[in-house]
């Protein structure tokens, strides 16, 4: 695969704003393809109209709703009173109709924007796909999981940016979760690391990732990059870790990754934003490319030959009773040895995946309801 691309992109499509007929055209032609695929903007507009519609709405019906009553109690209904009052509910209504044009007009003029940067530089605009099927932390957890507003390379090495959303609870304690994010397959298998911020963690330094991993698997790592990154990677993987991470590497996530979480799974690079990233603002969208040029592009060159070892030893013996059987003039040892560490393209199962820990009070009130059930259910026998 090639390496990530490091030609600028074009940004001149977010600087010039399309015609109102341009955007009904667009409109017109996507409108049937992206059905069910409004963009985030388009649907934090339809929510906030709908409430403020539906409040302004009930409020002037209610008001009028009085008047008539007040009207028919001392039996002479004010004709004028309910003039203006049907007057004033059509002028109501008439501004909302107006305000959700207005609303919907701007969020499909982004779209366009988004989709002319897209064609402009080789990229797939897509305003939301569901579940998309990747193995880092934000993915793995909650329902209605969904990339939004996400760009995606049309060829070449695989790249995918933008903003992904899922829920956790229901009911009352029903909350949705917003991500910017950014993957970049690599050529490698690597064994699990996650980089996770200090710029982003809660008040009590507690990692705002979805997932919590045991402390038994940091490692410090020199100079002042335990300052920015707690580094997390599997018990007797530490040589494979600083294998990556050399210090020309730490430079350049402490440059220009520092307040985002980065994650190094399977042979994926995961970056990613505790808030949504802004997808028409250009410098947010240069931000996330020049992380893909620098530390993308470092992590791809830095393991073009890395293979764990644990896999490599098992290799490289069913190599050398290949050589020992089919010895010749024409054999090399060597280049079996090294086609074998090659095709090691996997980690070994106690590196593929950090151990997990799980909240201790929320593991304790787990145990105490199920104590409670068996109880319950069998107390009485």
Not at 71 to 76: D, L, N, T, Y
Not at 118 to 138: C, M
């Amino acid at each position: 695969m090639t390496d990530p691309a490091v030609t600028a992109w074009d940004y001149s499509a977010f600087r010039s704003e399309p015609t109102r007929d341009e955007v009904v055209r667009f409109r017109r032609r996507w409108r049937g393809r992206l059905r069910g695929r409004m963009t985030t903007n388009a649907v934090v507009a339809v929510v906030i109209l709908s409430v403020v519609g539906a409040f302004t709405l009930l409020t002037v019906f209610g008001a009028l709703l009085l008047l008539v009553v007040n009207s028919i109690r001392e039996g002479s209904p004010d004709a004028t009173a309910l003039v203006v009052a049907t007057l004033v509910v059509a002028v109501v209504v008439a501004a909302v109709i107006l305000i959700a044009r207005r609303l919907s007009i701007a969020a499909w003029g982004a779209m366009m924007k988004q989709t002319r940067f897209a064609q402009a530089n080789g990229l797939l605009f897509s305003a939301r796909d569901a579940n998309p099927v990747y193995p880092g932390a934000i993915f793995q957890t909650g329902s209605e999981r969904a990339a939004r507003d996400h760009f995606r390379a049309s060829s070449g090495r695989y790249l995918d940016f933008g903003n992904y959303r899922y829920t956790t609870g229901s009911g009352k304690n029903r909350s949705t979760h917003h991500w910017g994010f950014l993957a970049l397959q690599l050529d490698r298998a690597l064994p699990h690391l996650v980089l996770d911020s200090r710029a982003n963690n809660g008040l009590f330094g507690g990692t705002n990732l979805p997932l919590s991993f045991h402390r038994d698997q940091t490692l410090s790592l020199e100079g002042d990059f335990d300052r920015h990154f707690t580094l997390y990677c599997p018990r007797e993987y530490e040589a494979d870790a600083l294998y990556v991470l050399t210090p020309d590497m730490m430079a350049l996530l402490i440059d220009d990754a520092a307040t985002f979480d980065v994650e190094i799974i399977d042979s994926w690079m995961f970056v990613y934003s505790a808030a949504p990233f802004d997808m028409t603002d250009p410098s947010t969208i240069e931000r996330l490319r020049r992380i893909v040029v620098t530390v993308g592009a470092k992590t791809v060159s830095r393991t073009e030959r890395y293979a764990d070892e644990r896999v490599v030893e098992q290799a490289a013996a069913a190599s050398a009773m290949r050589f020992s059987a089919d010895r010749g003039p024409g054999a090399n040892p060597r280049g079996d040895a090294l086609t074998a560490r090659m095709r090691a393209n996997e980690v070994a199962p106690e590196g593929r995946r950090l151990r997990r820990r799980y909240p201790i009070l929320g593991v304790v009130f787990v145990a105490a309801m199920v104590g409670v059930y068996l109880v319950t259910v069998f107390g009485g026998r």
